[in-house]
């Protein structure tokens, strides 16, 4: 049986079951661009919008101290990349978003980015950075501690400079030196990152046990 166009009652059921097929593989390429990532019960947005330029969520992993969880980090860029320095070097807004998963004292918080800023960093781009160094150092020193389930984000927007954020809310005026956000990054980007397998994970890397060594 045809109807007044030609098509048979099978070619017409063929071609609806093509067009949700269609729509389906549209649906699951749309969300895998913006696949939410979960870690120790944490969960990062695939996308992230800041000052109207949407980035992408780079990569996400845990810090480890030993055998203890200690943070989770997520790092969003305009571009996804997996290199290190091209990370650092890219251009337009960033993001570094961490939430704790134990108890941190908040003043050792402070000086380990302190630390890991500073071990990252030539002596010139540590010296320009310092003020938002200092910033940093005393936002945390603050805090008697960071409990499991806070959180923090570090937000660049070029023209306006790098916005603290703790619990969702900003804290303070931004700091305006861009290399201060660079050194930032460092602290998991760097030649001497805080964790090897972490800085992996930022970057979207997947390595064998054996290359872990």
């Known amino acids: 049986m045809r ?15 093509s067009a949700l097929a269609g729509l389906f593989l549209f649906a ?27 980035l992408q969520l780079n990569g ?25 320095e091209a990370a650092l070097a890219a251009p337009g807004a960033k993001r570094i978003h961490l ?44 805090r008697k501690s960071l409990t499991s389930g806070e959180y923090f984000w570090i937000d660049y927007l070029p023209g306006t400079g790098s916005t603290v954020f ?3 809310k900003p804290i303070g005026a931004p700091i305006k030196e861009p290399e201060f956000f660079s050194a930032l990054l460092r602290i998991w980007l760097g030649k001497s990152p805080a964790d090897d397998q972490l800085k992996d994970a930022l970057l979207g890397v997947k390595r064998s046990l054996r290359e872990r060594g």
């Open 166 to 168: 703790l619990n969702g």
């Open 60 to 84: 996400a992993g845990i810090r480890y101290k030993a055998v203890f969880k200690v943070y989770t980090a997520g790092l969003y860029l305009a571009e996804k990349t997996s290199n290190a």
């Open 28 to 54: 699951m390429g749309g969300s895998a661009q913006a696949q939410t990532v979960e870690l120790a019960g944490v969960k990062y947005e695939g996308q992230a919008d800041i000052g109207g330029q949407k």
């Open 3 to 17: 109807d007044a166009a030609g098509f048979s009652l099978r070619s017409r059921r063929a071609l609806g079951l």
């Open 99 to 142: 939430v704790m998963l134990r108890e941190v004292d908040g003043n050792e918080l402070g000086k380990l980015f302190t630390k890991g800023m500073e071990q990252n960093a030539s002596r010139e781009e540590f010296g320009k950075a310092i003020n938002g160094v200092l910033r940093v150092a005393e936002i945390f020193s603050t």
